[in-house]
């Protein structure tokens, strides 16, 4: 049986900065931001989006009154949670009328919640054919302004939908794993910005990659050749180079590897971080931007939680894949933004629910999407 993702969605914000103006802010080399971390433009989340919101608007683009009757179980894979207790997952469930018999919860490790919540759905719907399995992945990526991650800032959801007989790419059910106690980034709950060691992240990031690509390789038998593309977890998009270039060196592969990673990092260089989607957006930009994707050609996708753990898991593309279908409303969203000036992103930045819990309102005159936060009342979201 064929088990897999049938149908992805992308959502982020209306908003958005430039790299250029923020590098010219901070005093910095257009170059670095463009070339050297590999960002043009990073998404600002307005204070009426949280993850709730900005998954539900992901998932509510592709399902139909039969998924959301079909669906049995909803995993939510996010490090921005709005809740120590209930999860993100219920209340996308309610917002999206999914029926009531069905499993929701959240998933915490990092950039990588999502990865475990499609592994989980993959057994289950081998196990029950006829289920499918929602899996979501939001966040809101915060550094700090005036940080060195500042510029590796973002946010955004995507929602897949996991099913037998997909129509996108069929798992392969192999994967390599690893994990170790390592403090490269972090967030206490006291806080709202993340705390991180930004270069020795990127050190554990590629360590963890050829660790669980090497051994995916010893476990499966395949190289780099049964390759037609690898996706990564793209915190920045130069952090996937860095990790291609540490295996391909200069192996047959390698041309055809770096070509296609350039289609696979178009969106996140658009975007930005957004944490636990930012693998799947990265695939969605694959398939959406591709010219050279066939069916049953193979893709890698590596993920990296920091704290930290990786996995490396690999698909198939399927017969009919409709890449205009796929691109057509991410292109839509990303060409219809709002460029804010650094001085109004920095104001947007500072605000949000007042962290000490009491009641607030947010003007949502502004935010057109089908579902927003409109503020608090007795402890309750809006
Ligand atoms: N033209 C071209 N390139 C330039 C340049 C110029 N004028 N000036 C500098 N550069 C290059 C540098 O050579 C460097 O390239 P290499 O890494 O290839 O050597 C690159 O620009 C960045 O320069 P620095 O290392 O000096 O940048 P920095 O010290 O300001 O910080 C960072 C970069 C560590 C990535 C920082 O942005 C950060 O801490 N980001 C958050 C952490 C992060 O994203 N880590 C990734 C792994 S962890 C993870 O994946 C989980 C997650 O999602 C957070």
Same mark, same amino acid.
């Given at each position: 049986?064929?088990?897999?993702?049938d149908?992805i969605?992308?959502?982020?914000?209306?908003?958005?900065?430039?790299?250029?103006?923020?590098?010219n802010?901070?005093?910095?080399?257009?170059?670095?931001?463009? =070339?050297?971390?590999?960002?043009?433009?990073? &998404?600002?989340?307005?204070?009426t989006?949280?993850v709730?919101?900005?998954?539900?608007?992901?998932?509510?683009?592709?399902?139909?009154?039969?998924?959301?009757?079909?669906?049995?179980?909803? =995993? #939510?894979?996010?490090?921005?949670?709005?809740?120590? +207790?209930? &999860?993100?997952?219920?209340?996308?469930? &309610?917002?999206?009328g999914?029926g009531?018999?069905?499993?929701?919860?959240?998933?915490?490790?990092?950039?990588?919640?999502?990865?475990?919540g499609?592994?989980m759905a993959?057994?289950?719907?081998?196990q029950?054919?006829?289920?499918?399995?929602?899996? @979501?992945?939001?966040?809101i990526?915060?550094?700090?302004l005036n940080?060195?991650?500042?510029v590796?800032?973002g946010?955004?959801?995507?929602?897949?939908? =996991?099913?037998?007989?997909?129509d996108?790419l069929?798992?392969?059910?192999? +994967?390599?794993?690893?994990?170790?106690?390592?403090m490269d #980034?972090?967030?206490? !709950?006291?806080?709202?910005?993340?705390?991180v060691?930004?270069?020795?992240?990127?050190?554990v990031?590629i360590?963890?990659?050829? $660790?669980?690509? *090497?051994?995916?390789?010893?476990?499966?038998n $395949?190289?780099?050749?049964?390759?037609?593309?690898?996706?990564?977890?793209?915190?920045?998009?130069?952090?996937?180079?860095k990790?291609?270039?540490?295996?391909v060196?200069?192996?047959?592969?390698a041309v055809?590897?770096?070509?296609?990673?350039? #289609?696979?990092?178009?969106?996140?260089?658009?975007?930005?971080?957004?944490?636990?989607? +930012?693998?799947y957006? &990265?695939?969605?930009?694959? @398939?959406?931007?591709s010219?050279?994707?066939?069916?049953?050609?193979? =893709?890698?996708?590596?993920?990296?939680?920091?704290?930290?753990?990786?996995e490396?898991?690999?698909g198939k593309?399927? !017969?009919?894949?409709?890449?205009?279908?796929?691109?057509?409303?991410?292109n839509?969203?990303?060409?219809?933004?709002i460029? @804010?000036?650094? +001085?109004?992103?920095?104001k947007?930045?500072?605000?949000?629910?007042?962290?000490?819990?009491?009641?607030?309102?947010?003007?949502?005159?502004?935010?057109?999407n089908? #579902?927003v @936060?409109?503020?608090?009342?007795? *402890?309750?979201?809006?």
């Amino acid at each position: 049986m064929i088990v897999g993702i049938d149908k992805i969605a992308f959502f982020t914000s209306p908003y958005y900065i430039d790299m250029t103006d923020l590098a010219n802010a901070r005093g910095e080399d257009p170059n670095k931001y463009l =070339i050297g971390i590999g960002q043009q433009k990073q &998404s600002v989340i307005p204070p009426t989006q949280d993850v709730v919101t900005l998954a539900a608007n992901a998932a509510d683009e592709i399902l139909d009154e039969a998924d959301k009757q079909a669906i049995d179980m909803v =995993i #939510f894979g996010t490090e921005s949670g709005i809740d120590q +207790s209930k &999860s993100a997952a219920i209340y996308v469930q &309610s917002l999206l009328g999914i029926g009531k018999s069905a499993r929701s919860f959240e998933i915490k490790q990092a950039c990588y919640g999502a990865t475990a919540g499609i592994q989980m759905a993959f057994d289950h719907v081998t196990q029950h054919p006829k289920s499918k399995v929602l899996v @979501l992945a939001a966040d809101i990526a915060r550094y700090g302004l005036n940080t060195p991650g500042e510029v590796t800032q973002g946010g955004g959801a995507v929602a897949m939908l =996991i099913t037998a007989q997909p129509d996108i790419l069929a798992l392969d059910g192999q +994967s390599a794993f690893y994990s170790d106690d390592i403090m490269d #980034f972090w967030r206490p !709950a006291y806080r709202r910005e993340a705390l991180v060691d930004g270069h020795y992240s990127t050190d554990v990031y590629i360590d963890f990659f050829n $660790r669980t690509w *090497n051994q995916y390789q010893a476990q499966t038998n $395949r190289h780099l050749d049964d390759f037609k593309a690898i996706a990564f977890h793209l915190p920045f998009t130069k952090m996937g180079l860095k990790a291609l270039r540490s295996v391909v060196h200069d192996h047959p592969s390698a041309v055809g590897l770096l070509e296609q990673f350039e #289609f696979s990092r178009q969106y996140n260089a658009l975007v930005g971080n957004l944490y636990t989607g +930012s693998l799947y957006l &990265s695939l969605l930009s694959l @398939l959406a931007n591709s010219d050279d994707l066939k069916p049953g050609d193979r =893709i890698g996708l590596f993920s990296y939680g920091s704290g930290a753990q990786g996995e490396f898991y690999s698909g198939k593309i399927i !017969a009919d894949l409709q890449s205009q279908k796929l691109a057509e409303p991410v292109n839509h969203l990303l060409n219809n933004r709002i460029k @804010l000036t650094i +001085s109004e992103y920095e104001k947007m930045y500072q605000q949000g629910l007042p962290m000490n819990g009491r009641d607030y309102e947010f003007d949502i005159t502004k935010d057109h999407n089908r #579902f927003v @936060l409109a503020g608090r009342k007795a *402890n309750r979201r809006l």
